[in-house]
């Protein structure tokens, strides 16, 4: 049975009562919690761990928050070219076809959450002097919340660009009115607060606070940081310490392993979020400590024929992708092994070498998932490519319970169909992240070395290139196909193309929406929430 080992679940409702509004009491009297005090909190290292478990608490927010299955997953992955969105969503639909505005609701939900990290963690750092610790415990749970404020700043700034750069507790409803910071200044406060967190984090976690971020987390998403603002030297730098001791990450054997409940927190694992089958009151939960903790994603993935609710497919074009390149004669598979972990398919339509499985625990054939499929895309299914003569036919497999032998395996309300973890930073992503800063650093042979331990894994031939220019090629091609459907791939287009170049990038791509992409898209416009309530700020200047 999964342990929750980041939070005691069963104390964490009173901790949420203490951080969730803008004014905020601290915590509960321990003699009687109908009468709190702000002196009667902050008194031990305890009342810093359980504070410690709300900031994070946002990002664990199966449904609304930024990895949340309602909204953040579908926003990061909806305004890429890897997936392929149904219309039955108003507010996704607009994303994904870039006719979105302020008003739309999911972006208003996955901001809010960001600020809500945010807030907690600056709650906790303001209070944190008056508990008696000691310096290297003090300054290893201020690094904690940090990490944490600089990684939702990371997630705000490469979303909303300039955003208010809250770093204290509003008091007031005066205070609480902020104006947007340049994006330059979110930049320096991200590399600030990561950088404390780097120095300060251990390297390891015992088994008890798996989940917790590490030094490893804080230098990867540093790394990350300079990467996305094209500081190249920095970034080779920062991420080569992730290469060696003390550091031991490295690839996990079969791809596949990264995505099932079976090996989480492996050594390809650098952050990710720990999910549990806690909680009665089905997924519509909140973060009370009867609601359900599990991941919610199965459920807006897997088709009607287990329980989901099929909200995307993978597109046309990254199909395209993964076919370019057969493994050599004799493999134990036709294709990048990586398509058998992120896509069911029927293997005989292409004549694979590879048996036809039969899905979840060997219930499923791909006949009734693809069946239970078609009646829900209404005649708008993607135009799959034609292979071996016959007409493709995917679905996606990865966040699915395909390992699962239950009807309703991705029906989330059902006790263990929801503790897998969510990993969202891997070493693969640093060993990529890192080859692009030594490609542009003309570090040309580390940068083909990272391609190539990323080809092995996936049962591809070493390959050697000509030049620069061939490497970026396969850099870009083996960045989506190792990262479908996990966030990063829109992050990476915007980094690559200019506006107009990323236009004709989806028109070519046949991406949903490719003819209304504009330069505004780079951005999520700040919500109406924030412009109603915040009267200090100013919409980006894009959407104005």
Known sequence: MKTNILFNILLLPAFLI?????????????????????????????????????????????????????????????????TWNRQDSQSMWQ???????????????????????????????????????????????????????GFSFFLLVINWGDVPLRLETADTAEEAMLASSPEAEIWKRIEADLAFAKQH??????????????????????????????????????LGLLLDAPYSYDLMPEYED????????????????????????????????????????????????????????????IINEYITELRPAGSDTK????????????????????????FYGGTKPFDDLWTSAGGSLAGVEPDYPVIEGVKGRFLTKKYTNFWIADDNADHVEVLGHRS???????????????????????????AAAHLNRIRERAGLPYKTWAGKEELWEELKHQKLLEFYQEGVRFFDLKRWYTASELKQHFIQKKKQGAESFEHKHFYLPIPDGEMNTNKAIEQHPLWR
């Not at 969202?424 to 042979?445: K, S």
Request: with cysteine; hydrophobic share 35%.
């Open 95 to 149: 994303l994904t076809t870039f006719i979105n505005s302020s008003g739309t609701g999911t972006n208003g939900d996955i901001f809010s959450s960001l600020y809500q990290c945010i807030h907690r963690a600056n709650t906790l750092l303001q209070n944190i002097e008056e508990v008696p610790l000691t310096d290297t415990r003090m300054n290893e749970l201020k690094a904690e919340a940090l990490f944490l404020r």
């Open 201 to 238: 984090l251990p390297v390891n976690r015992p088994d008890s606070e798996l989940g917790r971020v590490t030094k490893g987390a804080a230098i990867a998403y540093l790394g990350k940081s300079y990467v996305y603002q094209g500081k190249y030297e920095d970034a080779e730098k920062e």
């Open 420 to 446: 897998n973890n969510y990993r969202i930073m891997r070493f693969a992503e640093v060993l990529l992240l890192h080859a692009e800063a030594c490609l542009q650093n003309n570090n040309l042979t580390q």
């Open 335 to 358: 294709y990048d092994k990586r398509m058998y972990t992120n896509f069911f398919f029927e293997y005989s339509d292409f004549n694979d070498v590879k048996a036809n499985e039969v």
């Open 258 to 317: 990264n995505f099932t409940e079976f090996n989480e927190f492996n050594k390809e694992s650098i952050f990710e979020i720990n999910y549990s089958d806690y909680g009665t009151d089905g997924f519509w939960g909140s973060e009370e400590s009867t609601s359900m903790q599990g991941i919610a994603l199965p459920k807006y993935i897997g088709t009607g024929a287990t329980g989901g609710w099929f909200k995307a497919m993978p597109s046309p074009s």
């Open 18 to 82: 203490l951080f969730t509004a803008c004014n905020e009491s601290k915590f509960l009297d321990l003699t009687d919690p109908n009468n709190s005090t702000e002196e009667d909190y902050w008194k031990t290292e305890a009342d810093v761990e359980a504070a410690m478990a709300t900031v994070y608490s946002p990002i664990r927010a199966q449904m609304y928050g930024y990895y949340g299955a309602e909204t953040g997953w579908q926003v990061q992955n909806g305004r890429s070219d890897d």
